[in-house]
């Protein structure tokens, strides 16, 4: 069997309603990561890429975020529709799809502008 070459983290988190940061599976993520599934199939990389659900990526205000490993790409208010953008430009081609792309400065950073 041949070792992955990408994993997909999705986060699936979910916290109280009257908690002070938002949390990605409220915003969809559970379908995402069907879209994600789905698109991975169909492009035939079942045996390449690997996409997992994950607990809170500290992106909490993007969700739902995904992040791409080894590649590092973050993004951010990914919905299902974009899984298929992300499968056939990323994943096949290099190309990480910039319009969803999370700025480098609001990764592991506490001075994202969007956190609260
Ligand atoms: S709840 Fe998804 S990144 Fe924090």
């Not at 983290?9 to 109280?16: A, G, L």
């Amino acid at each position: 069997m041949p070792l992955f070459e990408h994993h997909l983290f999705i986060c699936t988190n979910e916290r109280d309603s009257s908690a002070s940061r938002p949390s990605c599976l409220p915003e969809g993520s559970k379908k995402l990561k069907s879209a994600f599934k789905d698109a991975i199939k169909e492009a035939g990389l079942k045996q390449k890429v690997r996409a997992n659900e994950s607990g809170c990526l500290d992106q909490c205000e993007h969700g739902p975020v995904v992040v791409v490993y080894p590649d590092a790409v973050w993004y951010g208010k990914v919905h299902p529709r974009d899984a298929q953008e992300i499968v056939q430009e990323h994943l096949l081609k290099g190309r990480p799809v910039e319009r969803l792309r999370l700025a480098e400065s609001c990764i592991n950073s506490d001075r994202c502008p969007h956190r609260k």
